[in-house]
């Protein structure tokens, strides 16, 4: 089982930036696919971006397509989330996710592993 601990949430403006980290200990990383999912009171949790085990390949919702971009760090055992151009409704609590496999998927069935999550908070 790996332990992950997001952090880097906090409040900004719309048009702001952010940038969430995902700090991994336990089982191995480096040979998953790791993902952020987001959810706000009241909706649904949705997929936000996904990362191959390399970093080689990577997917985002169309919601945050240009705006967000995510990396990883096997070395370092981290995984992040650059949010620019935030708007309001990208507020939300951000979690980071290991996938039980290297396949970089966007289905939160194929996660096994969920950090607490950073609550992002965009005013207007």
């Known amino acids: 089982q790996v332990q992950l601990v997001e952090s880097g949430g906090g409040l900004v403006q719309a048009g702001g930036s952010l940038r969430l980290s995902c700090a991994a200990s336990?089982?191995?990383?480096?040979?998953?696919?790791m993902g952020w999912f987001r959810q706000d009171l009241g909706k649904e949790r949705e997929f936000v971006a996904a990362?191959?085990?390399?970093?080689?390949?990577?997917n985002y919702a169309d919601l945050v397509k240009g705006r967000f971009s995510i990396s990883r760090d096997n070395v370092l055992n981290v995984v992040y989330l650059q949010m620019n151009n935030l708007k309001p409704e990208d507020t939300a609590v951000y979690r980071c996710?290991?996938?039980?496999?290297?396949?970089?998927?966007?289905?939160?069935?194929?996660?096994?592993?969920w950090g607490q999550g950073t609550q992002v908070t965009v005013s207007s």
């Open positions: 996710a290991g996938a039980r496999t290297h396949l970089m998927t966007t289905d939160p069935l194929a996660y096994s592993d």
């Open positions: 336990g089982r191995t990383f480096s040979d998953r696919a």
């Open positions: 990362i191959s085990w390399s970093g080689g390949r990577t």
